[in-house]
């Protein structure tokens, strides 16, 4: 069994235990006038495995001083990210952040795709010497200066910021390569904790079950995007297939490099998506080339029974499910 299929089948058993292992069941819950029990749960859940992670940063500490993290498209790896980092600094440990975009190469030495179009989610779009020198002189106890990459030139900027850690702090770092270990060629991997952040489940029992994780993610970055980023669902879901191309050429081949695998569904996910999803699809008319798609999904949220507005509201402001729908204070 894979580590990916071991972190489902937990999943599965739990929601067995409970008697929750089907979408009708949900769907039972959320008719009784029990959401906010479901929520509560699920966040319940969710708060266990995050200390679960950090524990595991704790024990590794003196072997383990960066800790990588990656997944694919939607899956909370933003908020999972703060929470385990938050779990992190209740048993005395100091996440420091290093952010890999800031390790773009310029922009005339990033590689291109078969299309021409600069392709920044190549490996090669990385500068891979920098940052496996940084991390060595950061290990070794000594000062660097974090590079600060400038999007709108294209460029890195000429002043940094500095850099050292102290005994209790720990590198955190979160990208699409995270868990290649081409990234960091030089150093010990031994030396590295790399945890993989996905929406895992599915609910497999039951006449109504929900076993694509990879729509559900779509309809988190429909929600999302919708809100924050001011791209359409149509877009969205046009979007969506070279999404999966990248995902399946720099994510799920290392996926099985994680020390830790998190999964960051929760039980109320797609009721929760449905109150905001549903109208948005709908606006999709006939004659887009995202109708199809868009129809799919509304067939699969007309399985399931949406969360109401008071229960929406009980969901904790630093849930995962607020990096999609907002009000989130991580």
């Not at 029990?34 to 966040?43: D, K, P």
């Not at 294209?154 to 702090?169: A, Q």
């Not at 955190?172 to 030089?186: K, Q, R």
Request: hydrophobic share 35%; proline share 5%.
């Amino acid at each position: 069994m894979t580590k990916i299929q071991a972190a489902r089948q937990e999943y599965t058993n739990w929601c067995r235990a409970l008697g929750m292992d089907s979408l009708e069941k949900i769907n039972e819950i959320l008719e009784a006038g029990a959401g906010i029990e479901l929520i509560n749960l699920s966040e319940a859940r969710q708060e266990r495995k995050y200390a679960e992670v950090a524990d595991q940063i704790y024990w590794n500490r003196k072997r383990c001083r960066i800790v990588m993290m990656s997944g694919p498209s939607s899956s909370g790896k933003t908020s999972s990210s703060l929470r385990i980092a938050q779990q992190a600094r209740v048993l005395g440990l100091n996440p420091q952040v290093i952010e890999l975009d800031n390790y773009f190469v310029d922009r005339e030495k990033t590689p291109r795709d078969k299309d021409g179009n600069y392709d920044f989610e190549a490996l090669g779009a990385m500068d891979v010497e920098l940052l496996g020198d940084q991390l060595k002189t950061l290990i070794a106890g000594g000062e660097v200066e974090i590079p600060k990459f400038n999007f709108i030139k294209g460029c890195r900027e000429d002043k940094g910021t500095p850099m050292r850690l102290k005994p209790n702090d720990i590198l955190f770092m979160e990208g699409i390569h995270a868990l290649n270990p081409a990234l960091t060629p030089g150093l010990d991997h031994d030396g590295i904790l790399r945890v993989y952040i996905s929406a895992l489940s599915s609910l497999p029992e039951g006449k109504k079950y929900h076993g694509s994780t990879t729509d559900k993610r779509l309809l988190r970055r429909i929600v999302r995007d919708n809100r924050t980023r001011g791209i359409s669902p149509e877009e969205n879901i046009l979007r969506w297939p070279s999404v999966r191309r990248g995902e399946n050429k720099n994510i799920f081949p290392f996926e099985e490099n994680a020390d830790v695998v998190f999964n960051s569904s929760t039980l109320y996910d797609l009721p929760l998506l449905k109150y905001y999803a549903e109208p948005l699809l709908c606006g999709i008319s006939v004659s887009s080339p995202a109708y199809a798609k868009a129809q799919s999904l509304l067939e699969l949220l007309g399985k399931v029974v949406c969360l109401k507005p008071n229960e929406i509201a009980a969901i904790p402001p630093t849930s995962i499910m607020r990096e999609f729908i907002g009000g989130q204070t991580l």
